[in-house]
């Protein structure tokens, strides 16, 4: 999900439903060998549909962790 890129030139998008939804499939279906499954995501902007995904998927019963990586500045293209 990078909307807020719309401008640049072929530059593909979904929604953060679609984002949601999506992790949310997946944890199911990672979920029937793993006991654990963890998120990483490296997209500040994905921030809100993984945190309600995380949500929904914890109120099913899942053990589903999330992590973020954190920087200092712009970490488009490798800059920081």
Do not use: K, Y
């Not at 990078?2 to 439903?17: A, Y």
């Amino acid at each position: 999900m990078n909307g807020e890129h719309q401008g640049s030139p072929g530059t593909l998008s979904i929604g953060q439903e679609a984002v949601e939804l999506l992790l949310v499939e997946l944890v199911r279906s990672a979920a029937l060998t793993s006991r654990q499954v963890i998120l990483v995501s490296a997209h500040g902007g994905n921030a809100q549909p993984v945190t309600r995904a995380v949500r929904r998927l914890r109120s099913e019963g899942r053990n589903v962790l999330t992590w973020a990586s954190r920087w200092d500045g712009d970490a488009h293209a490798g800059r920081t």
